[in-house]
């Protein structure tokens, strides 16, 4: 059955009630398996990872009993840290130049959902119905465009942000680096046994169905040699000019930043910012958008949807008081900027690796 991404408050908890470890742990890999399907809400702010591990907690469960989705968390709260601390130097090769690289462009098997291996069209078909795809297939695609597509990683990770609900900079940029081997030791292939156990297909005498010796020194498949360079563009709505009540605080939320809970007891004038530098840098489908529109509008009563930058709004100069939170997307708005809920607060420093990271706050 395909995924679905309700937009209502009451669902979304309820989904982040649902969550049951023990059985994630076991079958998180397969496409079929129990995973949470939490991520487009975590990545637009709808729900926090601290919120989350505070419900497993109020349910019994601790870190160890719940340590693979902690550690999944936790992957999250890395490749975050991760922008904080790099910035805009992680939309380029982080730890070596990706090796192998014949050109910047996609395949048009994958943008087509033509690659030949059955199981992977049809996630790229899903991904286009419905903004998801399961972890195992995004990198089954990222090793097939970066390493025996030889593709570089940047404009294939656009699209798929481009089509993801969930689409996060740090998650969707720091994923296809590891995976093309700029900031990994080495790059990812899964070859057609590897793919068939995971995605429940059963497809033989595939140019994946090779060992792993054998499959990155053949040349680029024929199915992969057809590349080109598609045009990404979000299509903003009009908005009207914001009414602003000027003797009321601001409170500016954006497309990483939808929390229904974030101080709903003060009467305030709540601004769903959607400024097109922004989008413009980071292109999102109408099928996104449209997401994230009905999530902020069904989860934040009053919320005003403005097309531009908070600088673009004049009456904020009036206002006693603007807030948003402290993020690398936030870096320019006016005003207060409210703490991150990090999983891991009591974290300082810079996460050297996931594995250095995982060991220092698993202690906590
Ligand atoms: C090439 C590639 C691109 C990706 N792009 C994105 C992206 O744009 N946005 C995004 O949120 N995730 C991205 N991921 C990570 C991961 O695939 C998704 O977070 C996960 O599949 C979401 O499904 P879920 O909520 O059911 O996850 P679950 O398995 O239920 O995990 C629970 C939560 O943990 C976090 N998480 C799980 N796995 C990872 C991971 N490998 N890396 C980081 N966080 C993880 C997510 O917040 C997820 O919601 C990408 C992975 C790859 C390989």
Request: proline fraction near 8%; charged fraction near 20%.
């Amino acid at each position: 059955m395909q995924p679905s991404f309700p937009t209502d408050h009451k669902s979304i908890l309820e989904r982040m009630r649902s969550i049951a470890p023990e059985q994630y742990a076991k079958t998180r890999n397969f496409s079929t398996g129990s995973v949470s399907y939490l991520s487009p809400y975590i990545s637009r702010g709808v729900l926090t990872l601290p919120q989350i591990w505070n419900n497993l907690k109020e349910r019994g469960y601790t870190i160890q009993t719940a340590a693979k989705f902690i550690q999944e968390l936790a992957w999250r709260e890395y490749f975050q840290r991760t922008w904080w601390h790099l910035g805009n130097k992680i939309l380029q090769d982080i730890r070596q130049p990706q090796q192998d690289v014949l050109h910047h462009e996609i395949q048009k098997a994958l943008t087509e959902a033509g690659t030949g291996i059955d199981a992977i069209d049809e996630g790229i078909r899903t991904l286009y119905e419905t903004g998801y795809a399961h972890n195992h297939l995004r990198m089954y695609i990222a090793g097939l465009s970066c390493n025996l597509g030889k593709a570089h990683w940047k404009l294939p990770a656009t699209w798929m942000y481009y089509h993801l609900l969930d689409g996060d900079i740090a998650s969707n940029t720091l994923s296809w680096q590891w995976v093309a081997g700029s900031f990994s030791n080495k790059k990812y292939i899964a070859n057609q046994d590897n793919i068939n156990h995971y995605l429940n297909s059963n497809q033989k005498k595939t140019f994946l169905d090779t060992s792993y010796e054998e499959i990155l020194k053949q040349p680029v498949p024929e199915a992969l040699q057809n590349t080109w360079q598609p045009a990404f563009a979000t299509i903003l709505p009009d908005t009207a000019p914001p009414k602003i009540r000027t003797d009321l605080p601001v409170f500016l939320y954006n497309s990483y930043w939808l929390n229904p809970n974030w101080h709903t007891d003060l009467p305030a004038n709540r601004l769903l910012i959607l400024d097109p530098v922004h989008f413009q840098q980071y292109p999102v489908s109408k099928k996104v958008l449209d997401f994230i529109l009905k999530l902020a509008v069904d989860c934040i009563p009053d919320i005003q949807v403005v097309k531009g930058s908070p600088q673009s709004i004049p009456e904020l100069t009036e206002v006693p008081a603007i807030y948003s939170i402290e993020h690398p997307i936030t870096a320019a708005y006016p005003g207060i900027k409210e703490p991150y809920p990090w999983l891991f607060p009591g974290f300082k420093g810079t996460p050297s690796s996931y594995f250095n990271f995982w060991k220092k706050v698993s202690y906590f």
